[in-house]
């Protein structure tokens, strides 16, 4: 059992930035593809972001890339999404999630999710 625990979120306005955080408390953090994923009101949850275990090799959803940088502290067991150049479509409630399969953007793939950040961009 992994426990996730989000944290970071908020009400910022577009072209701000936040950065989110994601801590686990399993030692074995660093075993897993992290991912962060949103979900909008009235919308599926859709992939933002994943990092493989050692953090050198990352994916990004289209909508996000070169806005979102997804990073891991495997000493810290933590990861983070530092999100700038926010816009209102990127409201939603992020969350992130662990997954033993490499560098997964799947949904379906990742096993263990914290319980979500609100993220709300105001224009």
């Known amino acids: 059992q992994v426990n996730l625990v989000e944290s970071g979120g908020g009400l910022v306005q577009a072209g701000g930035s936040l950065r989110l955080s994601c801590a686990a408390s399993?030692?074995?953090?660093?075993?897993?593809?992290m991912g962060w994923f949103r979900q909008a009101p009235g919308k599926e949850r859709e992939f933002v972001a994943a990092?493989?275990?050692?953090?050198?090799?990352?994916d990004y959803a289209v909508s996000v890339k070169g806005r979102f940088t997804i990073s891991r502290d495997n000493a810290k067991n933590t990861v983070y999404l530092q999100m700038n150049s926010l816009k209102p479509e990127d409201t939603a409630v992020y969350y992130c999630?662990?997954?033993?399969?490499?560098?997964?953007?799947?949904?379906?793939?990742?096993?263990?999710w914290g319980q979500g950040a609100q993220v709300t961009v105001s224009s």
């Open positions: 999630g662990a997954s033993a399969v490499v560098l997964t953007n799947r949904l379906y793939d990742y096993r263990y």
């Open positions: 399993e030692r074995t953090f660093s075993m897993y593809t």
């Open positions: 990092i493989n275990r050692s953090g050198g090799g990352t």
